[in-house]
């Protein structure tokens, strides 16, 4: 068995019949389970049990769905390397002695170990995307509002999304069929665009004859040399088919990683005040006023990363400096969607590397948090723009593994699955 791929072990058995009957699945461990624990690989939460079902996890067992564990994690999705989890890095199955990307590593480590048929990642920023390419599986980012929240616990509201992870593209399709669509619990969910009992499983037929794809320049720049050549092979291989390729640029993403970290760390300043060891979270021996208390529970209970990050977001959301930070990332985020827009009329989809460079060795990007930042530069644009990515195997550098990028235009999941197919 791959080394720390699970947090708990427990199987949760689902309806006896359904479109996922007789298929295990991997939920990664901010995904509410009821009646087993859900740590978001935090002290913090390393007791919590939460007492309802994520509206995801309800409905993969009303699918038939066999659930078999909840997955590592970076602690509360913060971080590309699943190196920050409180319960110990996870091994990555295929690429032994590096990383299997991160947050989602738990879940893309299942599925490329064999531990799992199936696994349900979140991404925020590209942490479903990122551990796929590493790992050398399928994993989708739907667009956000495809797929309920409920149940999610929440780092950055509005960027995150739950999604499937799988060998191939039809079977994390058929994973998405079952997840998608509007939930009452979800203000921003709505009903699925599919019409005529049609299916995203059904969109991956590889038919890409005629399919234009534009190449952001600026995803490209400052690349692995050996991760540029593999996705041009996989360009090539979609030419073949009959696709056609053009260049295409989208100047606000220099910006994107910025505008990201700001909205991101800002709302995660908000959404982890409710850690304070009374309501939530871990309970401390300190005695003391209240403040004294609460201020003891996160030094305890927060790791490095999550302590960063909050220390950051509160900063920007702090008065005279709102506008300064905050605002300005808001801003920034309107111009990289547009850019996203125009780019997607000139172009079906958009392609470029799912990660700038191979697999890093572990222990590596701790040292240096902001190469692991910088390392999310083809992913957060996505997320900021509020539009559905897939990556796909697309070969090797190295004898490590490289995923290609896909994003299509709001709800264009299948589009995005009928090319992503086409590489299998």
Not at 262 to 274: P, Y
Not at 329 to 342: L, N, P
Request: charged share 25%; with cysteine.
């Amino acid at each position: 068995m791959s080394e720390n791929v699970f947090i708990t072990e427990e199987t949760i058995e689902g309806a006896e019949d359904g479109p996922l009957s007789g298929q295990t699945v991997a939920v990664k461990d901010n995904i509410s389970t009821a009646g087993v624990r859900t740590t978001c690989g935090s002290e913090m939460l390393e007791e919590y049990v939460p007492p309802y079902d994520a509206t995801a996890v309800s409905r993969l067992k009303e699918a038939g769905a066999t659930i078999v564990g909840k997955a590592n994690m970076d602690e509360f999705g913060m971080g590309t390397t699943t190196e920050t989890s409180h319960f110990g890095a996870t091994e990555n199955p295929i690429a032994p002695g590096h990383v299997p990307g991160g947050s989602s590593g738990g879940s893309a480590a299942a599925v490329a170990a064999g531990e799992a048929d199936l696994a349900l990642g979140s991404d925020t920023g590209g942490s479903i995307r990122c551990p796929a390419a590493f790992c050398g599986v399928v994993g989708i980012k739907p667009t956000y509002g495809l797929v309920s929240r409920y149940g999610l616990v929440a780092y950055g509201n509005s960027l995150e999304q739950i999604g499937p992870f799988a060998n191939s593209v039809e079977d994390a399709a058929a994973l998405l069929d079952v997840i998608a669509g509007d939930d009452e619990h979800d203000a921003t969910t709505r009903e699925l665009p599919l019409e005529n009992g049609a299916s995203y499983a059904d969109a991956a037929t590889g038919d890409v004859d005629g399919l234009t794809i534009g190449v952001p320049t600026e995803l490209l720049e400052g690349a692995d040399e050996g991760v540029v050549e593999t996705f041009w092979d996989a360009i090539a291989n979609l030419e073949d088919q009959g696709a056609e390729y053009h260049e295409v640029s989208l100047p606000s993403v220099e910006h994107a990683v910025e505008a990201y970290y700001v909205i991101a760390m800002s709302e995660a300043s908000s959404n982890l005040a409710r850690f304070d060891g009374v309501r939530y979270g871990h309970d401390t021996d300190a005695e003391g006023n209240w403040n004294e208390t609460f201020a003891q529970a996160r030094k305890e209970g927060f790791g490095d990363e999550v302590k960063r990050r909050i220390l950051l977001g509160t900063y920007a959301l702090s008065a005279g400096y709102h506008d300064k930070y905050y605002k300005k990332a808001q801003d920034a985020r309107a111009w990289v969607k547009q850019d996203f827009d125009e780019a997607l009329e000139e172009a079906d989809v958009l392609a470029s590397p799912t990660m700038p460079v191979p697999p890093f060795e572990r222990g590596e990007s701790l040292e240096d948090p902001l190469q692991m930042y910088l390392a999310d530069a083809n992913t957060v644009p996505v997320n900021l723009a509020d539009l559905p990515a897939v990556s796909v195997p697309a070969g090797e550098t190295d004898d490590l593994p490289v995923g290609l990028q896909l994003v299509g235009p709001a709800f264009g999941e299948e589009r995005l699955v009928r090319t992503a197919s086409a590489l299998e």
